[in-house]
Every structure is written in structure tokens, then in C-alpha cells.
């Protein structure tokens, strides 16, 4: 089946740094990445999509300069969250497209800003 | 944004009893999928259903859609503890972009 890892599963950092999340297609080519935000017990909201050699497309109210997206292969696309702050804390979840629509999701990253 | 609601929010059952899960949304779709995430962790595809058809099984799973009501019902039969987990269902366009709906939090009492 289709893998995609997502690294760092958690990370803690201090109010001000920026903070790297990877997501990497293992065993496919994904022409297309998408990056999600979830809150507890809430459901995923779509941030932007990554296509690969192309700028990502942000969602109505995501602010592209405080979330970079950069997706250099068919098989990494990187999420930074630049100048972090508490209100940034979430779970932040990769995914990949591949053939008929289905989307293969990374394991997710919690972040938490101190 | 999200598509649309879920319901319910929340369903505990006994282990061998059928879960039913329903799912509403609001524009017109190219399909739609059902996602299972267990707490902390990333999303697995369980099954995509075409706005052509109107029934799918898999497993122990069956997906029903009614695009003139614009609903979809997720039914896991002799459900087990390790159904355990929060239910999504996504709404697809001609592209790979899904939006999701609110979810519902499946416990399954051994």
C-alpha cells in the first residue's frame, strides 16, 4: 500500500522559533500534497494544497507567510511554521495523492508552543 | 472549510452490534470517501463510494449515498473493540482535494 511518513511525530518549541514538519511519499510519486489542521476532537481543515515545482495553494483565511509550503519532489513537501506562537499549537496531518482520488495521510505532527 | 456534518457526534456500542454512521454535505460531489483516524494519529482510507453509485461493500463495511439528498451512511456490522476510533467522511471533486466532514467518535464497549 501506499506510505506516507510524516516527521516529527511531536515537537515542542519556544514562542518566536519556526518549526520544520516533513512529509514524504515512501512508495509513490505525489504529484499533489495537502496539509490539514486539527484541533481536538474536531475534524480536519484543508490549509493548502502542494503541488509539486509549483507555489501551494492556500485555504480562505490561512496565512501563507506564517505557513510555508514548499514542495521540491514528487516525494517530500515541508510545512514550516515560521515565528510560532501558543495559538499555533495543533495537529498538523500530511497527505499525498495518488490514483483515484484516495488520499494517503501521514501519522501527523503535534506541535505545541510554549 | 468543512463540507458538511456528521452525526451523531458520538455513538458507544456493544462489541457485535452494527454501528451506523450518516454523513450530510452541501455542493455536488464527484465522490465520497469514509476515513478512520484512531486517536493521535493519521488518517486511513476505508472505502470511496462514485456519485454514480448508490451502494459498497467492503469487508464489513456497506456505504449507501443518496445524492438527491446529498447524504451518505457508513454501516460497520459485528462491530469490534478494535473499531474503536473517530470516523470521517470527505467529499471529493474531479481532483485529489477532500473536504471533510465534523466526524463521529465510534466506541465499541468488549
Known amino acids: 500500500g501506499a506510505v506516507v511518513s510524516q516527521h516529527p511525530s511531536w515537537v515542542i518549541c519556544k514562542s518566536g522559533t519556526s518549526v520544520k514538519i516533513e512529509c514524504r511519499s515512501l512508495d509513490f510519486q505525489a504529484t499533489t500534497m495537502f496539509w490539514y489542521r486539527q484541533f481536538p476532537k474536531q475534524s480536519l481543515m484543508l490549509m493548502a494544497t502542494s503541488n509539486e515545482g509549483s507555489k501551494a495553494t492556500y485555504e480562505q483565511g490561512v496565512e501563507k507567510d506564517k505557513f510555508l509550503i514548499n514542495h521540491a519532489s514528487l516525494t517530500l513537501s515541508t510545512l514550516t511554521v515560521t515565528s510560532a506562537h501558543p495559538e499555533d499549537s495543533s495537529f498538523y496531518i500530511c497527505?499525498?495523492?495518488?490514483?483515484?482520488?484516495?488520499?494517503?495521510f501521514g501519522a501527523g505532527t503535534r506541535l505545541s508552543v510554549l | 472549510s468543512q463540507q458538511g456534518e456528521e452525526d451523531p457526534q458520538a455513538l458507544s456500542i456493544q462489541e457485535g452490534e452494527n454501528a451506523t454512521m450518516n454523513c450530510s454535505y452541501k455542493t455536488s460531489i464527484n465522490n465520497l470517501q469514509w476515513y478512520r483516524q484512531n486517536s493521535g494519529r493519521g488518517l486511513v482510507h476505508l472505502i470511496l463510494i462514485r456519485s454514480n453509485e448508490r451502494e459498497k461493500h467492503s469487508g464489513r463495511l456497506r456505504v449507501t449515498l443518496d445524492t438527491s439528498k446529498k447524504s451518505s451512511s457508513l454501516l460497520i456490522t459485528a462491530s469490534r473493540a478494535a473499531d474503536t476510533a473517530s470516523y470521517f467522511c470527505a467529499t471529493g471533486d474531479s481532483s485529489y482535494k477532500l473536504i471533510f466532514g465534523s466526524g463521529t467518535r465510534l466506541l465499541v464497549r468488549p
Open positions: 497527505s499525498g495523492g495518488r490514483a483515484r482520488n484516495i488520499q494517503y
